[in-house]
């Protein structure tokens, strides 16, 4: 076998910063938990505030602009806006089967172009704008090349290049990627090479699905409200100190009732114990992972990135929003029962459901707002990293840094050189920072500035400042050293430092092709054949 190490990078889907029992959740997410007690917990890491944004940067190294998918998978008629992986980006795929790795993927892909659910017999999966991960680089694949799937009975999955048409009655999506990418990883240990996972999860991503048995454990859990489990994954969050300050938490989102207001309780504790269902099983399927390196003699020689691709989704499943988009019966025939509607509890086969704007605020505790925003609870995920006896830090790690840092850090790992040219384009040069020194106990800090742009809502950090707008609405700035929480904004009194951060957003978005959100999402609706993008 080679002593290069191995590589695994799990991206989770929609998880909240405070989803995980490191970071001050009540869900039982232990094999997650014992990677970052024995390796390394960055609190700054940053994402691109939604999944494919996201998925894009962190697999380019580049910002998901530069990398051709600035919004979603729609093609707006800009190259930055393609909605599919640029020609002249690399993944790290690319870059690192160009070094010598078997490169492996099971999951989510969703940086292939645009696709609607209904109408799978019309997808041109592998066209030049619909690019599979077997074309960017990886040896195997197992998954969906859309951005989300039944998980008892998804819509489409692909095996390498060849369509998956039966399913066992056992089937389950987060179960079966775990199941496949042990597989991949033992092939490459049988040839003797050093591999690189790219296991991307579609949990806990709604539809609320979960195996009954791992509802049950959560049942009585949430019927304190969310009010309530806020302010407790706060407390212990501060008590563990988790941050460098016990910031203020957020207020309750001002779209959110009190607990003692809501209607049907039983139902909206019941979809916080799917969705904690649905991370615990992703952690029970992480541990069994583990369990296959230790046993195949790899555990030692691998370096493991855990990290989620956006905040808490706050989105409403509508029987006539997203919902219309997916299928409503499953492979075998059984109508499904679409849309939060209160008379249907959710987590079985037959439901299809999200559990919406007040748990989301519950998940992205202390901060404030929700994936598809860039205030700190639409960006912000926990980074932990393993490697055993590289890296080790015995208390969590405050650095500022990006999903773009994840490219050079996996490269510098493998010491391997990035390709400059691939199929006859030249590769922008790469964006991020190696993260490696940090995650080895050195002083790092990032030098350039980070930056950050989803549906118009806009913000630069740079050092402990953090400039930052709403769509449509006035600049705010924030110390995120004394107030990451975002609750006292500093624009009047720092108004020179206010400016020229403005003018180095600006420019930065000036020549990345940013499009005004007036102007990219009537192109959107107009793809989508939707009166609004809120689902």
Request: a negative charge; one cysteine or more; aromatic letters at 10%.
């Amino acid at each position: 076998m080679s002593d290069k190490p191995n590589i695994i990078l799990i991206l989770a889907d929609d998880l909240g910063f405070a989803d995980l029992g490191c970071t001050g959740s009540e869900i039982r997410t232990p094999n997650i938990d014992g990677l970052a007690r024995d390796g390394a917990l960055l609190t700054a890491m940053y994402n691109c505030a939604r999944c494919c944004p996201t998925r894009a940067s962190l697999l380019t190294g580049l910002y998901p602009h530069n990398a051709g998918i600035g919004h979603m998978g729609a093609d707006l008629g800009t190259p930055a806006y393609r909605g599919f992986l640029r020609n002249d980006c690399a993944t790290i795929a690319e870059h690192l089967r160009a070094a010598g790795y078997r490169t492996c993927m099971s999951g989510k892909w969703h940086v292939g172009g645009d696709f609607m659910a209904r109408e799978v017999d019309s997808w041109r999966v592998g066209d030049v704008d619909h690019p599979t991960p077997r074309q960017r680089g990886f040896d195997r694949f197992y998954g969906i090349v859309d951005g989300v799937t039944h998980f008892f009975s998804p819509h489409y999955m692909l095996e390498d290049d060849t369509r998956v048409e039966t399913w066992p009655d056992d089937f389950y999506f987060t179960d079966a990627i775990t199941d496949k990418a042990i597989g991949m990883v033992e092939e490459a240990v049988e040839m003797q090479q050093p591999f690189f996972l790219y296991l991307a999860h579609t949990a806990p991503h709604w539809p609320l699905h979960a195996h009954p048995q791992d509802i049950a454990r959560y049942d009585g859990v949430y019927g304190r409200g969310w009010d309530a489990l806020r302010g407790s994954r706060h407390e212990t969050m501060n008590a563990m100190g988790l941050f460098q300050t016990n910031w203020q938490i957020s207020p309750r989102d001002e779209d959110v009732c009190p607990w003692e207001a809501a209607p049907h309780k039983d139902w909206e504790a019941r979809k916080m114990a799917t969705y904690a269902a649905m991370v615990d099983r992703m952690d029970q399927s992480i541990g069994t992972l583990l369990a296959a390196l230790k046993r195949l003699g790899q555990f030692d020689n691998t370096l493991i990135l855990f990290l989620s691709d956006n905040g808490g989704c706050a989105e409403f499943m509508a029987e006539d929003g997203w919902a219309k988009f997916f299928p409503d019966t499953t492979h075998d025939g059984r109508h499904i029962e679409m849309g939060n509607r209160p008379e249907i509890m959710p987590g079985s086969a037959l439901t299809y459901q999200s559990y919406d704007k007040p748990w989301a605020n519950v998940s992205n505790a202390p901060f404030r707002k929700f994936k598809h925003y860039v205030h700190e609870g639409g960006i912000s995920t926990p980074l932990i990293a393993h490697w055993p006896g590289r890296i080790a830090a015995p208390v969590p790690l405050h650095a500022a840094c990006h999903v773009v840092d994840i490219l050079p850090t996996i490269l510098e790992v493998a010491g391997a050189q990035p390709v400059a040219e691939l199929g006859g384009h030249g590769m922008q040069p790469l964006q991020g920072e190696s993260l490696l020194g940090l995650l080895r106990g050195k002083d790092w800090e990032r030098e350039q500035p980070i930056f950050f742009e989803h549906e118009g809502n806009s913000a630069i950090r740079l050092g402990q400042f953090k400039l930052v707008r709403l769509h449509g609405q006035d600049w705010e700035l924030y110390d995120m050293e004394a107030d990451r929480t975002e609750l006292h904004d500093l624009i009047r009194g720092e108004a020179s430092r206010a400016t020229a951060l403005v003018a180095q957003y600006q420019d930065w978005a000036d020549k990345t092709g940013v499009l005004d959100w007036t102007i990219a999402l009537p192109r959107l609706l107009a793809a989508w054949q939707m009166d609004n993008a809120e689902g």
